[in-house]
């Protein structure tokens, strides 16, 4: 079975940092993509990022230069490190996987494996 698990949610101020994890089991590592979403209340759910197991990244334009994808394999575990949050940041983030080329390479991949979300608030 496949399992994704968030953690690292938390409070912080304008301008503050947190890093988030997520535990990834039941996919092989060096073939999976791994992306992160976000969704605030009352609004649509938006991509934040992804990273491949080679290094190709994609970044959603609010939080380019701000956020990094990154993963250890060896862990199983991938990170979004964000840095300088703003309000607008505040929503449950969510981690998405799936193994293949496609789905890091595609925009619009619709991804099959998601974790529960872990809540970052800034404020």
């Known amino acids: 079975h496949v399992q994704l698990v968030e953690s690292g949610g938390g409070s912080v101020q304008p301008g503050g940092s947190l890093r988030l994890s997520c535990e990834v089991s039941g996919l092989l590592m060096s073939t999976t993509c791994i992306a992160w979403f976000r969704q605030a209340p009352g609004k649509e759910r938006e991509e934040v990022g992804r990273r491949s197991p080679g290094g190709y990244q994609l970044y959603n334009n609010k939080v380019r230069g701000r956020f990094t994808v990154t993963r250890d394999d060896d862990k199983r575990t991938a990170y979004l490190e964000m840095e300088n949050l703003k309000p607008e940041d505040t929503a449950v983030y969510y981690c998405?996987?799936?193994?293949?080329?496609?789905?890091?390479?595609?925009?619009?991949?619709?991804?099959?494996?998601w974790g529960r979300g872990t809540q970052v608030t800034v404020s």
């Open positions: 998405a996987a799936d193994v293949g080329i496609t789905p890091c390479k595609d925009r619009s991949y619709q991804f099959t494996h």
